[in-house]
């Protein structure tokens, strides 16, 4: 039999479980201390002070206090810094305009046929008659005062044809107004009515007014204003300057030229309202809007200050537009004309007639000179020229492009107040 192998067998003594026991607590000391100092930041590293100890400081760690956190209060200074920021530019000049913002109602009585009974009596009840009714018809807009006194602007369409007329302003009076004069052509109108502590609007200049500028329409939508006296506020921009619309028919007298266009909105009863800057200037009187509902959809257009204040001055002064005069007579290019003149291009007109000392030949204008364009625009024949020249007013500029003996001149003449 082979001897069997065990192997030794280790005898531990007691000293070793000792140090091993030594060894693991010095190690967790160590960790403690490195991983959470703050256990051991009451621990003293030297006796106190006593008698055997006299030399020894004393080392004392206050508590900190318990802070509960208290929310920070809103000051009066933020408060302030908010208002200011409310208070933009569109804020000051709706404050700046609207007291001189009015509420007009215009009255119309119209006539309407009807029947009526002929006779009370039961027995002659059934017996119906023609009859006319006298009804009156309400039509509300809006205008703005521009001066002290009691001159109000607004649009013909609105106050035309009116038996009686009545403004309300913003504090809440109700005035009857008087019409100083309409002009039809260029749809304004100038009321007066008398009374006491009113505010003028500022005019501003409309051939300063620029494409994307702040725009405000103010007046009275849909007559609300008639009730609380407080006009409606809407804001846009600027959209366009400078566009003409001819006369819609025949039997209208109304052109509207050079109309600012802006995206604010305009609905009915805004008409007469103005259309104001950030600066609080009026540059506009709203006129119309063009939408296939009749709501807005951010396309409206107001009448320039700049000819509304022309046509301010002729009513004031003479009641309506005084008529204007040019001392020019034209014919259109037929083409017998245009073979004897040899004029090649048929299109524009033929001056045929000068008046002696008018404005046409103080300008320079003579017979046979062909007119091709009127304010920049050309011409194709005498409609066209004569629908060019409508509606201007006395002391405005007409500028010409005149070709003679086939060289084009460039002509400006001032019209004048027509002759009896």
């Known amino acids: ?64 206090p318990v802070v509960q956190p208290v929310p920070l209060p809103v000051s009066s200074l933020q408060n302030d810094d908010i208002s200011q920021s409310r208070r933009t530019a569109v804020v000051s000049a709706v ?41 009156e018809v309400p039509n509300t807009g809006s205008g703005v005062i521009i001066t002290s006194d009691g001159y109000i602007v607004t649009n013909a369409h609105v106050v035309q044809h009116a038996q009686r007329i009545r403004v309300v302003l913003t504090d809440g009076r109700a005035l009857e107004s008087d019409v100083v004069g309409i002009d039809a052509i260029s749809d304004l109108a100038v009321l007066k009515v008398e009374a006491d502590n009113l ?19 103010i007046g009275n939508p849909l007559g609300l204003a008639v009730e609380d006296a407080q006009p409606a506020v809407t804001i846009g921009v600027v ?8 006369r819609s028919g025949s039997e209208s007298s109304t052109v509207y030229r050079n109309m600012i266009q802006t995206d604010a909105s305009i609905n009915p009863g805004n008409s007469g309202g103005p259309l104001v800057n950030a600066l609080g200037e009026v540059i506009g009187i709203n006129a119309f809007i063009l939408s296939e ?21 002729e009513l004031i002064k003479f009641g309506k537009p005084r008529s204007g005069w040019i001392g020019l007579y034209v014919t259109d290019i037929t083409r017998f004309l245009a073979e004897e003149l040899n004029v090649k291009d048929r299109n524009g007109v033929l001056v045929n007639e000068v008046t002696g000392r008018s404005p046409a030949q103080l300008a320079g204008v003579q017979v046979g000179d062909v007119i091709r364009e009127v304010n920049g625009t050309p011409v194709a024949n005498r409609a066209e020229a004569a629908e060019l020249l409508y509606g201007h007013l006395v002391g405005d500029t007409v500028d010409f492009i005149i070709e003679r003996n086939g060289k084009r001149i460039e002509i400006s003449l001032q019209i004048e107040e027509g002759q009896d």
Do not use: C
């Open 199 to 217: 505010v003028e609007a500022k005019l501003g200049v409309s051939a300063d007014a620029m494409v994307g500028e702040w725009a405000i329409a």
């Open 293 to 313: 509902n009749g709501g807005s959809v951010g396309i409206g257009f107001a009448i320039p200050i700049d000819h509304v204040n022309k046509v301010v001055n």
């Open 239 to 246: 959209s366009a300057v400078g566009r003409d619309f001819p």
């Open 1 to 64: 039999m082979e001897p069997s192998h065990r192997s030794p067998q280790r005898n531990y003594s007691l000293m070793s479980y000792i140090l091993v026991a030594l060894v693991g607590t010095l190690l967790g000391v160590i960790v403690m201390v490195t991983v959470r100092p703050e256990m051991f930041d009451s621990l003293l590293l030297w006796p106190t002070a006593d008698a055997e100890h006299p030399e020894a400081p004393v080392v004392e760690r206050p508590i900190p």
């Open 95 to 135: 404050e700046r305009v609207s007291p001189t913002v009015v509420s007009i109602v215009a009255t119309q009585v119209v006539r309407q046929r009807g029947y009526a009974r002929l006779f009370d009596d039961p027995f002659f009840g059934g017996v119906m008659v023609p009859r006319i009714y006298r009804r």
